[in-house]
């Protein structure tokens, strides 16, 4: 999807600095973008990725759109039965792969973070009006962030909590002129999974790049849209609204809270 996405940027004419964990990718990135910069970094290193944030602003002066879009799948069965036995003293179960976590809530964490550093450091925009807020992140949930996927519960949970870091970040970052929404596909053809899982799921379940890629550059160029979280099934896209406090009580609460931010 970041490749796509990047394909529509440049055909608009933006300045791109593309970052992946395989270095390898620079050379066929370099003839597709001829025009970009691009840095090999595992978003799970925050200094790597600081650097490569660093490098981009050295190279533009500004950044005015980030799309935290780094993920993976869930790499073991979480409910695998350990070989262990409590009953002979012989220790405990092993730590579960926490790899979906740390690349795909982690690393949104250190890019969405990085990406307000930077952003708050622009130059106002000559024509900018007081109430735009011209700059903009996208972030990469999922479907499983919106419904329960029980055969891949770490990947479910990185892909709600980024949501909730999305929902979070919005209201304080609108205060820096930055707008923070999120999209969530539904199964889209990418190399999440390999060529061969993804062909025993029937045609009619899937969702098209193209859709996905127009919901993105939607959020980067509607300056009202913040906060949404964007589902994108098939060839359709729907805004999910938040759910709203039950009661009084917890709107209170929820307004306190707010209310301690120090935007």
Same mark, same amino acid.
């Given at each position: 999807?970041? *490749?796509?996405?990047a394909k529509a940027l440049q055909a608009k004419q933006w300045d791109l600095s593309?970052?992946?964990v395989n270095e390898s990718a620079s050379g066929s990135l370099a003839s597709?973008?001829?025009?970009?910069?691009?840095?090999a970094v595992d978003v799970r290193n925050y200094d790597a990725l600081a650097a490569a944030f660093k490098k981009t602003w050295e190279k533009f002066g500004r950044l005015d759109f980030v799309y935290a879009n780094a993920g993976i799948n869930e790499k073991s069965d979480f409910y695998k039965p350990a070989e262990w036995d409590p009953s002979s003293g012989a220790g405990v179960p092993d730590r579960p792969d926490f790899s979906a976590l740390d690349i795909n809530l982690t690393g949104v964490i250190y890019t969405s973070y990085l990406g307000g550093e930077f952003m708050s450091k622009n130059?106002? *925009?000559p024509d900018a009006k007081e109430t735009d807020l011209p700059y903009s992140i996208v972030i990469t949930s999922s479907c499983a962030g919106l419904y329960p996927c029980p055969s891949i519960p770490l990947y479910t949970a990185s892909k709600h909590g980024v949501l909730g870091l999305m929902r979070s970040l919005a209201y304080v970052y609108s205060k820096r002129g930055?707008?923070?929404n999120a999209t969530c596909p539904g199964l889209v053809r990418t190399n999440i999974l390999s060529k061969e899982v993804m062909d025993t799921f029937p045609p009619e379940i899937m969702t098209g790049l193209d859709t996905v890629?127009?919901?993105v550059v939607s959020l980067i160029e509607d300056g009202k849209?913040?906060?949404?979280v964007v589902e994108v099934s098939g060839s359709n896209t729907y805004v999910k609204e938040m759910l709203k406090a039950p009661d009084e009580v917890m709107q209170k609460l929820?307004?306190?809270m707010t209310g301690l931010i120090q935007g």
């Open positions: 999807m970041g *490749l796509a996405v593309l970052i992946d597709e973008f001829p025009n970009a910069i691009f840095t130059k106002p *925009l930055i707008r923070v890629v127009g919901a849209r913040n906060g949404e929820m307004d306190g």
